[in-house]
Every structure is written in C-alpha cells, then in structure tokens.
C-alpha cells in the first residue's frame, strides 16, 4: 500500500479538523441563536398582564397592555391605537368585552399560547367571539378544531349556533353530523331547545336526521312554548306526518291545533296505503345494517343457513306494509346473497318456505 507524503497527511488532518471545527461553531451560533429567541419569546411573555412599560390599560379591572405588541398582533388593535380612533391618543382604552375571555386572548397575543382545555365551553365561545372580532383567524381555527373534537349532546346546540354566526363551515359540518348520530338523545335534552330558528330548519330538512317523527313533533312543540315570538311556521312545515302512526296523529298532533284537520286526515290516507312515503334515510356503507335503523337503499343481504332451505324474503318500515322481494335457495352452509333494488327499509324478514330456520346468520350491505 503506498503512503501519502507526510506533508500532504497534515494539510488533510488538518483540513478536516478546520471543517469540524467550523461546523462545531456553526451548529454553536445556531443553538446560541435559538437560545436567543427562546429568549425573546419568554420576555414577551413575561410581559403579559405585567405593568412594566405598559401604555395602555383595557376594561374596568386596567387590565395592563403594549400597544407595539397588540398592534404588531392585530390589525383590529392597530386601527384601535395607531389610526384615528380617539382611543389612539387615550392611555386607557375601554372595550366592552368578557373580562376572562380578553385575558385568554392577550395571553396568546403575547405567548401564542392558547388553554382551551382549562374553560367551559362557553366561555370558550367567549374566546371565539374575540377572535373573530379582533380578525385572530389563526384562534378561530384552532377552537374550531377544539370544539369539534369535544362535542356532546349537552353542548353541540351552542357549539352548532356559533359556528353558523361566524361561518365555520367545517365545525357546523361536524355539528350536523354528531347531531345525525345522537339523534335520539339531543331530542330529550333542554339544550335543544337553545337551537336557533334557521339552525332547526336545516337540522330538519337533512335526510339523515332520521329521528321518530313523533319525537320531533313534540320537541318543536316545545321550542314553540320557549320562543314565542318566533315564526314557527316553517318549522312545522318540515315536520314529515305521514311516518307518523294513525295513533300519534290523533291523540298528539290533531289536539295541538298547529295542522288542520284535512291536512291530518291525508297523512292518514298516506300512512293507511304504506307507499312512496317521506322517509327520513342515509347510507352507510361498509356497515351491517341488519339494525332497526331506516336505510337508503339499494343493499345486499347475506343469508348463511345450516342446512339447505327455501326462504321467503320481505321489507317493511312499520311491520304492516311488507314488499316482497322474492324467495331465495340458500344451500347448506354456504353465503347467498340477494340484491334488493332501491326501496328505504327498517325491517327485514326472512320466512322458510321448505322447511325450519336454524342459526341464520344474516348480514345487510349497502352496496354503492
């Protein structure tokens, strides 16, 4: 092996050690550079709510502020102190404002931080008022992906009226649809009747808020008694009567006086005769949907039988009117699977025409 002269050796070592060592002092300048701005960032920080160098006082309780900071953060607050408001030449500015609500959104004008795990969900919205004001959209983003991650029936009638003032379209997109699956229990809840007029219509109008119609009537019953001087019209005019059983149309909503009588009697004649009725429906597809849930349709139904048999198969939505979609061999052990052409069905039955039915195993697949 031949060997380097030892001169050359030394400028290399001695090459690779300046590269070495000028990228210790690089990576040093960097480490020392972010030190600094960590620095900087935690001074700032340190002057929220601090009356060091304050310039400017907020609300009843002087609440203490800079206007460089607040002005550099919001251009609200920039017209407020630097353009040709009075409160530009005033010390003490006074905004008519949720105290605790102003101190969230200092603390993030100052840190970028934001503790929306800390508050109730109204004071929250507190918070988002703020920052749709103060023109914050980076704040609105985030308590909107807050509070879309946190609803609940208690509180996703509140959450459902401000993302609609405020046009968060994807929060009252989520709002709709964790409405659509908890139907049930947002119908028996007070928080509803906190639902604005325009909120109710579109809740109403979804085919996907397949609640007992029943229930709704009675809710916006209800929601009528507790805002008066609401046009309720509309709202009743969503409300689908012919799902209705002949009973409920008689002894709840014929005493009520909100319909006439000839507009009961034809969703009487609608429920006798059972067809093209106004089903509340969705798909789901992937999902089993041998529930008693409503179903838009076309789907596929899965029939496994321990021995071979000849079965009838029919759909119904009340258990009175039942379609017949035809009869079908379902031999020993195996999957057969029978399409059923468009038609919206909460009920499924299967019936034997050769002999018993033993351990069915039945699946209903929407099939897109």
């Known amino acids: 092996m031949q060997e380097l002269p030892t001169s050359l050796c030394s400028e290399g070592q001695d090459s690779v050690l300046n590269k070495r060592k000028r990228k210790s002092q690089k990576m040093s300048t960097q480490e020392n550079n972010s030190d600094e701005i960590r620095g900087i960032a935690s001074d700032i920080n340190r002057l929220c709510m601090n009356e060091l160098y304050l310039d400017v006082e907020v609300e009843d309780q002087r609440l203490p502020g800079h206007r460089y900071i607040l002005a550099a953060r919001s251009e609200y607050f920039r017209a407020l102190l630097y353009g040709d408001m009075a409160e530009s030449k ?156 002949i009973d409920d149309l008689l002894h709840v909503v014929r005493p009520s006086g909100i319909f006439k009588s000839d507009i009961i009697f034809d969703a009487i004649d609608q429920v006798n005769i059972g067809k093209n009725l106004p089903h509340r429906v969705v798909t789901l597809p992937g999902e089993n949907l041998t529930s008693a849930k409503p179903l838009a349709q076309p789907f596929v139904l899965v029939v496994k039988l321990q021995s071979q048999v000849v079965v009838s198969v029919s759909v119904s939505c009340d258990q009175t009117h039942w379609d017949s979609v035809g009869n079908v061999i379902v031999p020993y052990r195996t999957i057969s699977p029978v399409l059923i052409t468009p038609r919206t069905v909460r009920y499924i039955r299967i019936t034997s025409i050769s002999c018993g039915i033993e351990n069915c195993d039945l699946k209903a697949m929407y099939k897109e």
């Not at 906190?194 to 808020?209: I, N």
């Not at 209800?222 to 059983?245: A, G, H, I, Y």
Request: charged content about 25%.
């Open 90 to 245: 005033e010390r003490e500015i006074r905004l008519e404002v949720p105290v605790e609500a102003f101190r969230v959104i200092l603390e993030y004008i100052y840190s970028d931080k934001l503790p929306l795990s800390t508050l109730a969900v109204d004071k929250i919205i507190d918070v988002l008022v703020l920052a749709h004001l103060y023109g914050l959209k980076d704040v609105e983003t985030a308590i909107s992906k807050y509070l879309q991650q946190n609803l609940a029936v208690s509180n996703v009638i509140v959450i459902l009226n401000a993302a609609r003032l405020y046009d968060l379209d994807q929060l009252t997109a989520g709002c709709l649809m964790f409405m659509d699956n908890n139907m049930v229990d947002l119908l028996k809840h007070d928080s509803i009747q906190m639902l604005s007029k325009e909120s109710f219509e579109e809740v109403l109008g979804r085919e996907s808020f397949s609640a007992p119609e029943v229930e709704i009537f009675r809710t916006l019953c209800k929601w009528r008694e507790n805002n008066p001087n609401e046009d309720n019209q509309t709202l009743f005019s969503l409300v689908r009567l012919p799902l209705m059983t």
